[in-house]
Every structure is written in structure tokens, then in C-alpha cells.
């Protein structure tokens, strides 16, 4: 069948047989004196244009080994997957940051390159740690914007460019984060066996591409440890006595009962501080009770025992993600209700969340001087039966996902924060690099990387972009615009905007269609109710799909042993006929293979 | 005669290039790697004809501390003799296999033939049994009991022999590296 294929197909047909070297060459030579004797002209234009896709893709594939061999070689692959979603975010806050500057700032800056500060305000150091004072007056936060219709070679609204700037930047963000969901889940969990924390998948999860000795030792320590453990567990799920089963039921109550209550003292402290409204205090112990929280959690699960290291990893991410949403839930709630109040709003929450950015940022380099850094020194100069310190790559993945929701709730109230976050991931991502080298030992247990990939990016979309998501559109459905600055003062809420566009265009001729889909499909409920309808039907088919689909392997399954039990069956009496019978078993031997 | 020896020529490369999954650079530098584990350095014969031998290529340091080192060379070397030497080319076939960009069934195809220590197509109990030895160690503490090691092995067929056949075979072994997304990360080689 390879002769069919096009050359480029064949080339790669033949590169992807597991036979040595010399045996494709063999294989190739056959097939090219073929293609030569037919047609020698497209056989170049092939090789022209194969020559250069394959060299792209690998020119790309290239510089970023490079990068990871050092990572690979010593940690394995789940530390790495903490770097490759650091750059991921990364991608985000660049996209976020030229959107912004390039239709917010710029045309803002062409039009008024001055902005007007009231005379007695200078810039002195410390704004950039608070935010407040000089970058209040300039395009940093929302106040700094105008609402009028720039009048310069093109007439540019600066209320519908604001608005719509930002709601296509989150709309596109959804749908990335969607579509790599969506991936990442069909090859890690649909075509993986979910509930199988079985031997085959630790043997087979053994890392090639640690070359460090030490490191090799460990892993087959740890995956000792791993077999064992599995094993056990299958035995003893079924020795568990009652009072065991109470006792353990009793001090995981316990532990979820404390943790609910330290996340409800840290709202209340936060509540209490927000209240007296001091500017650097609340992003400070925000940021304090983020890092330390944290720790009483893994000191819970030293006392809990866990029926296997999979749901302990759950229960800490459960229990942090609550925590994190927790705090931002109490700051938007005051942003919402009390701030929305006062003079200038928008910008005072801007602020706020600069602030947040930046202690948050300062709080990350410090927990990882504290965390590791120190660590290491006490575990191996001080206590060395502490040993060194573990990368903890569920925390520090969840530290990122915090950091960017702050940038998604901050793009609405001050556009230029994402290139705050830009520099902030940069340093962080060389800086925990330098800590990993330095100071860490890989993680102990091995595998399940891709699984807890797919987690961390189901979590960043769901509760945090969602919750962010829905923040802004809150803001801009149902709050007031402040009525002394920025682009939308003036009018009821944000989203009016849009209405007031969608009247001038009925001015326009032509335009009639842009306004009947407003009016009938935007502004209407029905819409969105049918739709939600055929969606809802839709899953129920699939779903249903899948389950017959279930039934089938379990069949198919059941088929394939009985066809092994056949071929042996039918095996055994050819051996009886042939030693009955051994004059006649040539021709019988023959019949059987035909 | 002497210039092809000392470095390759661009048909050499652009032909390995095609058939395997190396990239240049890839290539120059398994090269010049292979071309350091001759001994005499100033007149190295022709690495696609004579071949360096099993002991030099496991002191590679990316295969110095690997497990499974006598048989990567053991089945990647196509010598008559069988005694686990490479030629450059085995030595590239072994890279590409081990690649970034080789395919899932390349790589599950010599993982088994890795797996497989005796060599007849199926891995048996005692193939398993020595696939779990190296994996945890030859250590005393390390090694598991018979008792846990035949309870392993027993999971491992139940949940793999799909046949129940009492052995693994390809087809079986590539079904279920197929349900374990985290192999094709693992299964690198990189110089």
C-alpha cells in the first residue's frame, strides 16, 4: 500500500516502521528507483517544499529542548509541566497587554500625549509598591480614560473601542482555555483508564531521561514504596475494622471542620481590615494568609491517613482552591457593594488590585527564599533527617492560577496591569528555576502528570476565569459608572454602550441587519433558552452514545476470550489427531492451514 | 576516503534526516558523540562500518545510570554476532526511537522488545518478574517478598491479558500503553 501514497507520505510511512536503519534504506531505494523511472519533476517539488515543513517543525521543536533538557534530566517530567504552564500564562498576559496598549493606550496617548495632573502631585518612589498618587492621574487605571469620540484622522470612540477591547479579550480567553481543556482531557483521561492506579501504569510511567544517578536510586526507592503500597491497598480495603473506619472518618471531619475554620478567620480578619481601609495592610496579610494557610494543610495531612496518595493530593487542592476563592470572593463582594459608592470607583479598585499584584509578587519571592532556600539549609546543614526540600508542584501551580485571576479582575479597572504581570512571571520563572537547581530534590512520586495537567487547567478556567469572568460582566451589566472619570461616566451602566452605538447606526442605510440581531437575538431570552435547549440535547445523545459504547467493549471483550479459548481448544485436538493418527496427519495439516 | 571519515557528508545527513526522526543538529551532534567513543582519535575508521562495542556505549552519560542500558543496546545493534554492539546508524536508530517526535507506536514497539529479556515475542511471568527487578532495585530492602512479587504479577496479567494466554503480547502490551498518557513523556532519550 505504500506505493499509492505521494513521496513526502512514503518518506514518512517508511520513518515510522520500528525496523533498523539499514532495512528502510532497503525499502526506500526500492521505492525510488520506482519514482524516478514515473516522474521526475514532481518528485523535487515534493522534496522542495517537504524539506521545508519538516525543517520549521523541527527548527520549533528545537529551541525549546533545549531549554527543558536541564529540567528533564534531574526532576522528570511533572516539574516540567509547571514551567510550561508558567510560559502558557505567560502567552496570555502578552496577548492581554499589546490588545490593550495597542487599541486602549495608544490611541488615548496619540490624541492627548499629556495627561493632566493637578500641579502638586509629583512621582515619587513608592507608588510603585501603592499605586496611588501619580499613576492615579495617568493611563494606568480606568480614570485616566476619556469617554468622548476621538476626532483626529478617523473619528475613535474610546467607549465602544474600551468596552468591546475587553470583552473580545475575555470571550478569546474562554475559548482557549476551553479548547486546550477539551484536549487535554481526551488524551489524558478518555483514552486513559481513570481508576486504575495499577502496576502496568507506574512500570510504564518510568522516566528514560533521568541520567542522574542519585535521582535513579530514589525513583526505584520510590516506586518500590509505590508497588507495595498499591498492593497493600487491594488487600486491605478489606481488613478495615469498624472503629478503624470511625476513627478515620472522625479525623478527616476534624481536619475539613479546622480548615473551614482558618479560611473563615482569615475572611473575617480581611473584612475587619477592608473596613478600616488602611492601602497597604490588606494586600499584605492577604498575601500572608495565602502563603501560610497553606502549610497548616499539609501539617493536617500528616495526621490524616489518606487511602491513597491521589486523594491527598485532592484534598489539598480542594482545600487551597476554597481558601483563594474564598479571600477573593470577600474583596469583590466589598469592591462591589461598598467601594462602588465612592468617588472615582473603578480606579480606587484598580488600585487596589495593583496593590494586590504587587505584595502578591513579593510574597512569591519571599516563599521561595523562606520555603526553599531555607529549607534546604536547615534539612541539610541543621536537622538532616528533615532532608531536602520537595518540589511542591500542586502550591506552586495554584500560586500561578491566583496570580492570574488578580490579572483577569484587574484588565477591566487597569488596562496596563497585565504588563505588571508580564514582568512579575518573567523574573518568577528564571527565579524558581535558580531555586529548583539549587535547592530541591524531585518530587517523590512519580507519574500522574499529565492527569494532574488536566486538573490544574480545568481549575484555572473553573471557579477562577469563570468567577473573574463573571465579575467584570457584574460590573459592567449592573453597576453604575463612576461620573467623574473614565470612558463610560455619564451613562447607566457599561453594556449601554452598546445600545446607544446600535441607535446611531440606525442612521446609517444599510446597517439593518446588525441592528435586527441586536434586538432579536441579544436583547431576547428566548434566544437563549432555545439554544440552551438544543445544547442539552445534544449531551443527552452523546451521553447515551457512550454508554452503548461501554456495553460493546465490555462484549468485545468477553469475545476475545472466548476466541482464545477456542484457538486452544482447536490446538489440543489437532494434537490428539495427530498422535492418533500419524499417517494421515500431513494432509489434515495442510487443510488446517488453509 | 579520509574526508568522509571526518565528518559526514550532506547526503549522509539529509538521508538520516529522512529517515529517522532526528533533526540536524540532532544528527551532528550524535555524531560527533559517537565518533569521541573510538579510541583512536585522530584516525577513527568509518562508523557505518565497525562498530563500538556494549561496554563504551553504557558509559554514555545518558545511559549510565539507566536500568535497562544492556538491553537497549541489545536490541538496537543489528551485528551478526549478537554481542550488543552499535554501528552509527543502530546508534541513530536508538536516538530517533527515543526522540521527541517518534511515534507512539515505534516507541511502544521497542519498549517491548526492551521489556522482553529473553527475546520470543511475549513477555512471560519471568519477564515480568525481572522488568519489576531492575525497576525497584537490587537492594535487599527494595526488592519485593515472592509473595508480593507473584500478587503483582498476577494484577499486571489480570488487568493486561486480554487473551488469557498466561503472556503479554504486542498487541496487548501496546493497548495498554495507550491508556497511559504519561509513556510518551517518559519514554526520551535526549544527548
Redesign the interface.
Known amino acids: 500500500e505504500l506505493v499509492a501514497l505521494s513521496t513526502r507520505d512514503q518518506i514518512r510511512a517508511i520513518r515510522e516502521l520500528p525496523m533498523s536503519f539499514g532495512e528502510k534504506k532497503h525499502i526506500r531505494s526500492g521505492f525510488e528507483s520506482q519514482a524516478v523511472k514515473d516522474d521526475k519533476l514532481p518528485f523535487q517539488c515534493h522534496s522542495a517544499d517537504r524539506v521545508n515543513h519538516y525543517t520549521l517543525q523541527r527548527v520549533i521543536k528545537q529551541n525549546s529542548t533545549v531549554q527543558r533538557l536541564e529540567v528533564i534530566g534531574k526532576f522528570g517530567t511533572s516539574v516540567l509541566s509547571y514551567f510550561v504552564f508558567l510560559k502558557w500564562l505567560l502567552m496570555f498576559n502578552i496577548f492581554s497587554f499589546l490588545i490593550n496598549f495597542g487599541f486602549i493606550t495608544i490611541p488615548l496617548l496619540v490624541y492627548d500625549p499629556l495627561p493632566n495632573i493637578p500641579p502638586n502631585v509629583s512621582f515619587r518612589g513608592l507608588e510603585i509598591l501603592t499605586g496611588v498618587g501619580y499613576f492615579n492621574y495617568t493611563v494606568m487605571y480606568y480614570g485616566g480614560y476619556s469617554n468622548e469620540t476621538l476626532v483626529g484622522q478617523v473619528d475613535y470612540n474610546m467607549q465602544l473601542a474600551y468596552f468591546f477591547t475587553i470583552a473580545v479579550y475575555m470571550v478569546l480567553c474562554g475559548i482557549a482555555l476551553i479548547f486546550s481543556m477539551a484536549s487535554s482531557f481526551k488524551t489524558n483521561h478518555v483514552l486513559a483508564d481513570p481508576a486504575s492506579e495499577s502496576a502496568w501504569q507506574l512500570l510504564c510511567s518510568w522516566d528514560f531521561s533521568v541520567t542522574n544517578e542519585k535521582a535513579v536510586r530514589q525513583r526505584k526507592n520510590n516506586l518500590c514504596v509505590q508497588l507495595k503500597e498499591s498492593l497493600s491497598e487491594k488487600a486491605q480495603r478489606k481488613r478495615l475494622t469498624l472503629s478503624e473506619k470511625l476513627g478515620h472518618f472522625g479525623v478527616y471531619l476534624g481536619s475539613w471542620l479546622l480548615s473551614t475554620c482558618l479560611i473563615l478567620a482569615t475572611d473575617a480578619a480581611n473584612w475587619s481590615l477592608l473596613q478600616e481601609a488602611k492601602t497597604l495592610l490588606v494586600p499584605f496579610v492577604v498575601s500572608l494568609m495565602n502563603l501560610v494557610v497553606p502549610l497548616f494543610y499539609s501539617l493536617f495531612n500528616k495526621f490524616e491517613h489518606y487511602s491513597s496518595h491521589r486523594r491527598l493530593i485532592y484534598a489539598l487542592v480542594v482545600r487551597n482552591v476554597f481558601l483563594k476563592v474564598s479571600i477573593l470572593a470577600v474583596l469583590c463582594y466589598y469592591w462591589m457593594n461598598v467601594v462602588a459608592e465612592t468617588f472615582c470607583w473603578e480606579s480606587m479598585v484598580g488600585q487596589a488590585l495593583y496593590r494586590l499584584v504587587v505584595v502578591d509578587f513579593l510574597f512569591l519571592m519571599l516563599g521561595s527564599f523562606f520555603g526553599e532556600f531555607l529549607s534546604n539549609v536547615i534539612g541539610t546543614r541543621l536537622l538532616p533527617r528533615i532532608g531536602v526540600p520537595e518540589f511542591d508542584v500542586a502550591r506552586n501551580v495554584l500560586e500561578l492560577i491566583y496570580a492570574q485571576t488578580l490579572a483577569w479582575l484587574g484588565i477591566y479597572f487597569a488596562p496596563l496591569l497585565p504588563a505588571i504581570q508580564i514582568v512579575k512571571f518573567f523574573i518568577l520563572f528564571y527565579l524558581k528555576k535558580v531555586s529548583l537547581t539549587q535547592n530541591c530534590q524531585p518530587p517523590q512520586r512519580t507519574g500522574r502528570a499529565a492527569q494532574m495537567q488536566t486538573i490544574f487547567i480545568a481549575l484555572l478556567f473553573f471557579p477562577f476565569f469563570v468567577g473573574a469572568l463573571s465579575i467584570v460582566a457584574y460590573v459592567s451589566w449592573s453597576l453604575t459608572p463612576s461620573e467623574h472619570c473614565g470612558p463610560f461616566r455619564g451613562l447607566n451602566n457599561s453594556f449601554s454602550v452598546v445600545g446607544v452605538w446600535i441607535h446611531h447606526l440606525e442612521d446609517i442605510p444599510g446597517s439593518q441587519w446588525a441592528i435586527w440581531i441586536y434586538q432579536n437575538i441579544i436583547k431576547s431570552e428566548i434566544f437563549y433558552f432555545i439554544v440552551t435547549l438544543i445544547i442539552l440535547m445534544i449531551i443527552y445523545v452523546f451521553w447515551q452514545v457512550t454508554q452503548g459504547r461501554k456495553e460493546l467493549i465490555v462484549l468485545l471483550k468477553q469475545q476475545i476470550v472466548n476466541e482464545g479459548k477456542d484457538k486452544s481448544y482447536l490446538l489440543d485436538k489437532l494434537q490428539n489427531l495427530q498422535t492418533s493418527q500419524p499417517n494421515k496427519t500431513n494432509k489434515l495439516m495442510n487443510q488446517k492451514k488453509v | 576516503m579520509g574526508s568522509s571519515t571526518s565528518h559526514l557528508s550532506k547526503e549522509n545527513v539529509s538521508?538520516?534526516?529522512?529517515?529517522?526522526?532526528l533533526?540536524?543538529?540532532e544528527i551532528l551532534l550524535a555524531y560527533k558523540r559517537f565518533m569521541e567513543l573510538y579510541e583512536d582519535k585522530k584516525n577513527p575508521p568509518d562508523p557505518r562500518v565497525s562498530r563500538v562495542s556494549l561496554d563504551k556505549i553504557v558509559k554514555l552519560?545518558?545511559l549510565?545510570?539507566?536500568?535497562?542500558r544492556e538491553r537497549i543496546c541489545h536490541v538496537?545493534s543489528?551485528s551478526e554476532l549478537k554481542d550488543g554492539s552499535l554501528s552509527f546508524?543502530?546508534f541513530?536508530?536508538l536516538l530517533s526511537a527515543?526522540s521527541?517526535?517518534a511515534?507512539l507506536?515505534?516507541k511502544s514497539?521497542?519498549?517491548f522488545r526492551i521489556f522482553d529479556f529473553d527475546d520470543d515475542g511475549t513477555l512471560d511471568r519471568n519477564d515480568l518478574e525481572k522488568?519489576?527487578n531492575r525497576?525497584?532495585?537490587e537492594t535487599d530492602d527494595?526488592?519485593?517478598t515472592k509473595d508480593?512479587m507473584g500478587?503483582?504479577i498476577s494484577?499486571?496479567l489480570e488487568?493486561?491479558d486480554?487473551?488469557?494466554?498466561g503472556t503479554v503480547n504486542l498487541s496487548e502490551f501496546q493497548h495498554?500503553?495507550?491508556?497511559?498518557?504519561?509513556?510518551v513523556?517518559?519514554?526520551?532519550?535526549?544527548l
Open positions: 538521508e538520516y534526516q529522512e529517515l529517522t526522526f533533526t540536524k543538529q552519560p545518558e549510565q545510570s539507566n536500568p535497562f538496537f543489528t546508524e543502530d541513530l536508530d527515543f521527541d517526535s511515534t507506536e515505534i514497539h521497542y519498549a522488568l519489576v525497576l525497584t532495585g527494595t526488592r519485593l508480593e500478587q503483582l494484577n499486571i488487568e493486561s486480554i487473551d488469557k494466554d495498554v500503553i495507550s491508556r497511559s498518557p504519561d509513556f513523556s517518559s519514554f526520551k532519550i535526549v
